[in-house]
């Protein structure tokens, strides 16, 4: 009997496989899917603090003007009592997964401000999220911001939310960090219980046409997978908090890496939403199977067998292979 469990942010999974933020967790049906095709957990799609802020900025516009305006008239609009906002759709999604979900659940939080972070970080604690996921986006424009401001931001909204909330927090990090090993270990002494590795960024395009800005959602590419496995690999056996791969996973394979370089957990986003659902269970097939071909009894086992701490050439992992891939590459086009 092959035992896949894993342990994540100091909770026991039934295996690795986590069902990354998508359009997918949001809703009820797919995660049942999910979670009857075994998936571990589930991750909430974001709860933006930008858009809960823009719409409470619109509903108080309108409720001003409805204010200035005569009752009697027809233009009138009361708010409707059963109006409502984002943040109580979303409390209410994450109720309804609670109560007919038996796999742990993941709210994911992308906030703005100080306050917000605290304050809908509470709402969800409270709503029964099982861990709390942050998704930082931020792009650093401004030439006059140092880097060391930048991360100091990401350690400021954890030091001051790990005060106030009580289940295990994680970050999802973008690898635009000079050192993310550093940035990782700021992270742990600053309260985090784990780290997701990498969050990707939508890169807007330019229309040659309009020449306006077009945004892209692009699914991965399984390449971008190979990022995230150096990084897991480098950072295991150095730090002491949960580490998670996001980022081109649809493969056994790549979930395999993932496992050996060092990853408690493989969250699953691009490859749920081209192949559904159900796709889960194939991989756990096929990852007993690796693992029953390889006499290893269980995933504890394989987990970080092949990271940098424990490869038997950690060099691999750094800059000493550059000049050789490039040599190899240069002398098969010879031969070519
Ligand atoms: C349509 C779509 C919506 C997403 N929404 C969120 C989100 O709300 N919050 C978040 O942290 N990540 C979000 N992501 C990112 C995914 O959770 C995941 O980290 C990323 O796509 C990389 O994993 P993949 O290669 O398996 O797709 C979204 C991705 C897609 C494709």
């Known amino acids: 009997m092959i035992d896949l469990s894993t342990r994540y942010l100091g909770i026991d999974f039934k295996n690795p496989l986590i069902a990354s933020s998508s359009p997918l967790t949001a809703n009820l049906e797919d995660c049942k899917k999910l979670q009857d095709s075994g998936i ?16 409470q900025k619109q509903l108080e516009k309108f409720v001003h003007s409805q204010a200035l305006g005569n009752f009697e008239a027809d233009s009138y609009h009361p708010v409707p009592d059963n109006y409502k906002s984002e943040i109580d759709n979303y409390l209410e999604h994450l109720h309804q997964l609670k109560s007919n979900l038996d796999i742990p ?34 792009i650093a424009a401004d030439p006059g911001q140092t880097g060391a401001d930048v991360e100091q931001r990401y350690l400021d909204l954890l030091n001051n939310l790990h005060k106030h909330i009580n289940i295990p927090v994680t970050m999802k990090l973008s690898s ?16 985090a219980e784990g780290v997701v590795l990498f969050n990707r960024f939508y ?38 908090l949960s ?20 990853a408690d ?24 199977n690796w693992l029953t071909e390889h006499e290893y009894e269980s995933v504890e086992q394989m987990k970080g067998s092949v990271s940098q701490f424990c490869a038997i050439d950690p060099a691999a992992y750094e800059h000493s292979n550059y000049k050789d891939v490039i040599k190899n590459y240069c002398s098969k086009k010879e031969h070519t």
């Not at 635009?176 to 309260?191: D, H, I, R």
């Not at 998670?244 to 060092?262: N, R």
């Open 105 to 138: 659940v993941i709210a994911s939080l992308n906030g703005i401000s100080n306050s917000g972070w605290i304050e809908y970080g509470k709402e969800l604690m409270d709503a029964g999220a099982d861990a709390l996921e942050l998704n930082v986006y931020y």
């Open 176 to 191: 635009q960090f000079s050192s993310v090993s550093n940035m990782v270990s700021k992270l742990q002494a600053n309260g």
């Open 243 to 262: 580490l998670a791969a996001t980022g081109g996973f649809h493969t056994v394979e790549s979930v395999l890496k993932a496992l050996l370089a060092g």
């Open 265 to 288: 957990a493989i969250y699953l986003c691009s490859v749920l939403l081209t192949k559904g659902p159900e796709f889960c269970t194939e991989l756990l097939t096929q990852l007993k």
């Open 203 to 240: 890169q807007p395009d330019i229309d040659l046409d309009t020449l306006k800005l077009s945004p892209q959602l692009n699914l991965s590419d399984p390449m971008e997978s190979l990022l995230r496995i150096r990084w897991i690999a480098l950072i295991r056996g150095r730090v002491d």
């Open 40 to 55: 571990a957990a589930i991750v909430l799609p974001s709860l933006f603090e930008e858009s809960v802020q823009q719409e």
